[in-house]
């Protein structure tokens, strides 16, 4: 079986040990996998929160009603993953991809 350093396969295993998973097949979309993508990625998550974070402020907030707080959740995903598409464009646009 195959292992790899990609953040996303690890996992805690308690008592401050770090278990390395075994690259899986949702690991590796359709039986590919890059670690140098995945590494360029995951290193654009801090500004995608930030774009998120400026276009839904509201989902920062501490609501009384789980409903709301729950719908604004939403929007902020939705936020955070636009951002993460649009910043990882360029990855996949010059060929660094899974």
Known sequence: M???GCRE??????????????????HMGLGRHNC?????????IPEAVG?????????RRRWEDKMEQHRWGNL??????QAMEGLAAPLVAAGVSL
Do not use: H
Not at 51 to 59: D, S, T
């Open 2 to 4: 195959k292992y790899c």
């Open 9 to 26: 396969m690890t996992s805690d295993a308690g008592e401050g040990k770090v278990k390395v998973q075994p690259i899986v097949a949702l």
């Open 36 to 44: 140098e993508y995945v590494k360029q990625r995951s290193a654009l």
């Open 51 to 59: 774009i998120a974070n400026q276009k839904v402020p509201e989902a």
């Open 76 to 81: 902020w995903t939705k936020a955070f993953a």
